[in-house]
């Protein structure tokens, strides 16, 4: 609080990230390219799946309530899958986060990777840090308008493109793209895409580390999961203090020269040196930077490196380091692992097992039954058949649980028979009023469960349900 006079908001020091090479700024590199590829290609891909179905490779159609996945089909009632996808996400990000640390953070969360090409098109335009900073400073020119306006016309571009994707995935990509140029796209696609524009362009070119550090929750998460095994980038402060110049003839003086490449080249600000922080995104570009300063002195590398709590006490005093596969394979990762595993699995073996077809039967009320001229009972139903695959099929309905029952479909006026045999059109429901009449002879109670059994001709599926058979207590009572 004393910094800010006895006030809790602090202003937000403008941070100007310095351009860096190294090993981890190229990994960082190919995961940009790699997820934004991955976010703006995969509406544009088709899956055959037939004429009955769309061929978009991922999209979730709202409309006709469907999540496909290229040859996955997730109906509604399966959204369990989809939820057994997140559990499966939220673990994997515990186990990561236990084993190397904010790895997610400093790779992959939308929030970094846009943040991080929001940040080329500034340096592309406006210079590297220090052309940056000059630039903050001056007063406004036509040089200095031309600049901003341009970075701020990219950063909106890049904005509409990723409201554009993003609406890619609901509906068919190259339709509703001629739509949306042809202003026939639906109010709620112009209404997302300009939503997820001013988001993108907010958090990615304005609030930038302020989301990271003030917003997500993440960060106060994580320290219930980091232990002192876990990898984090960590200083050397045993090794680099005490810092002073390259050019100080102090022999008392540590590896750090205190020459700032660490903090210039932080997009969240930081002074690693200061120890583990909650601003830290686990970015590593601290270490690229230092590490370049390490080989131009002739001094050893890693001064700033991926560690943990642990290997660097241990380094510290000179003891022999365990292997790192140790450190990365501790109970507490393996249990996070065979837990994400077994979850992977069971939804595999489900998946693989289910039906591509299903049976809903509801027993008419009005009236329950009726009492035909030769003395036979006879119920009515209403029985919905599913079709979960992208071609037509015929399903065999028959009834057990009643002596001599029979079936018959009074719309087509079919003779009562053991089976009917029905069309179920494809990657839908059809409804059919189905009656099954029984001899009064088999009746031993007004309500006898009986089971209607749902077998496709093709063979690929049976289904079935449970449902009542109701007969007069007066007909029960004569037998
Ligand atoms: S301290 Fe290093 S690892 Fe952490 S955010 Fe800054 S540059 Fe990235
Ligand atoms: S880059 Fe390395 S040497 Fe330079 S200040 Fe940071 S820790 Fe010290």
Partial sequence: MGDNGGSLYKKREKVHPKKVDGPFRRFKWAVLFLTLGIYYITPWLRWDRGEFSPDQAVLVDLAHRR?????????????????????????GLFLVTTSVGRAWCGYACPQTVWTDLFMVVER???????????????????????????????????????GGAWVFYFTDAPTLLRELFTGQAPFVAYATIGVLTFTTYSLAGLMREQVCTYMCPWPRIQSAMLDEDSFIVTYKDWRGEPRGSAKSKDAGLGDCVDCMACVNVCPTGIDIRNGPQLECITCALCIDACND???????????????????????????????IWKTLLRPRVLIYFAVWSAIGIAMLVVLAGRSRMDIHV??????????????????????????????????????????????????????????????????????????????????????????????????????????????????????
């Fill in 67 to 91: 999540f496909y996945f290229g040859p996955i089909e997730i109906w509604p009632q399966e959204f369990y899958y989809v939820a057994g996808l997140l559990i499966m996400a939220g673990l």
């Fill in 362 to 479: 509801a027993q008419e009320r009005n009236p329950v039954y009726v009492q035909l001229s030769d003395g036979d009972i006879r119920n009515s139903y209403t029985v919905k058949l599913l079709n979960k695959e992208a071609r037509p099929r015929q399903f065999e309905v028959s009834v057990s649980g009643l002596q001599g029952a029979r079936l018959s479909d009074p719309v087509t006026g079919s003779e009562p028979a053991a089976t009917v045999r029905l069309d179920v059109r494809p990657d839908g429901v059809d409804t059919y009023r189905l009656q099954v009449r029984a001899p009064v002879a088999s009746l031993h109670a007004e309500q006898t469960d009986i089971r209607f059994n749902a077998h496709a001709v093709d063979g690929e599926g049976d289904a079935m349900e449970t449902t009542r058979f109701s007969a007069p207590a007066s007909a029960v009572a004569a037998q």
């Fill in 293 to 323: 300063v390490m080989d131009k002195l002739g001094r050893p590398l890693d001064l700033i490196g991926y560690s943990t709590l642990n290997r660097d006490k241990a380094e510290a005093k000179g003891e022999a380091l365990q292997p």
């Fill in 124 to 162: 592309w335009i406006e210079g590297d840090r220090n052309e940056r900073i000059r630039l903050d400073k001056a007063p406004m020119s036509a040089g200095k308008f031309a600049k901003r306006t341009s970075k701020h016309a990219v950063w909106l571009l890049i904005a509409v493109l990723t």
